[in-house]
């Protein structure tokens, strides 16, 4: 009984919390996505009310207030949304076939990180007055951000070194990089290969280090450097051609060693054979009582 009674005032607290957030302020929906992805910021009368001759505008709020998006009751000479924010030029577009239904919502193309905050979307000449609040949270992904974000390292440089006809020493170079990167040899399936960091030196706040593998087989091989506080990654790629004449070499002489254990076994049981012959004709002599007489020697095969 306790129990239930305990779990009942849990659920209403949690319900109470629920209320008096809305209470307190705007309804805020949350809309999450990654980086370089499109995404859909939701405004929609719960009238669905037309709204293709009515007034929208969508705002992005920070340090100043940006223009993202208006819509202005269809009026040709609002086409291309004068005064939107440099930001998002070119990346905003609505949904025209549903504004008969009171659908606002907006896409925009291509996120980037300086796309997340809070978002509003307002109808000011509908009564009474409706703004719907939007949080976008964009999370970033690894990339190439090389000359965006200061300390991101540029792609490596790669060169072969100590190439002979059956194997090649790769080395990957990576400098100005800040925080220290994380670097590594992988093959065309994604198999890292053992490294070895040869040079690492820190200079005026940057990372400047060297990584060397060994390659004994033809393919395409990758140096892939990350910074994974500043989620970036960037790599560089080279190709690697390693004669196949040590294989063949090793493959003869399996093959040879074979050939030959099988003609050393077939002599060895050619020659038990002979002599098993030989045996039972001394054997067969013996037994009918005839003289002795010379025996062939030569060998006698099944």
Known sequence: MKLTTLFMNMCLCLLSGIILGHENGPAVVRVVVEEDSDVILPCSLSSKENIVYKLFDWKKDGQRRKEVFVYDAGDPSNYGCPGQDEQFKHRVSHFSDQLKNGNASIKI???TIADSGN????FPKIQPKQTFYIELVVDPVLKDRSGEIAGAAPKPYTRTLNATEYMAQ?????QRASPKPKIKWVDSAGNILP???????YRGGCYYITLLTTVTKTDRYR???TQEEIDHQ???????????????VLM??????????VLTLSAVLALLVATKRIIIRRNEGSNNGSAMTPLNLQPVLC
Not at 170 to 174: D, F, M, P
Not at 239 to 245: A, G, N, R, T
């Open 109 to 111: 193309r291509n996120t």
């Open 119 to 122: 978002y509003t979307c307002d």
């Open 170 to 174: 790769l080395q990957c170079e990576v």
């Open 195 to 201: 490294a070895k960091e040869t040079i690492l030196s």
């Open 223 to 225: 140096c892939v450097v």
């Open 234 to 248: 960037t790599h560089s790629e080279t190709y690697v051609y390693v004669s196949e004449k040590l294989l063949e």
């Open 252 to 261: 003869g002489s399996l093959f040879g060693g074979w050939v030959l254990g």
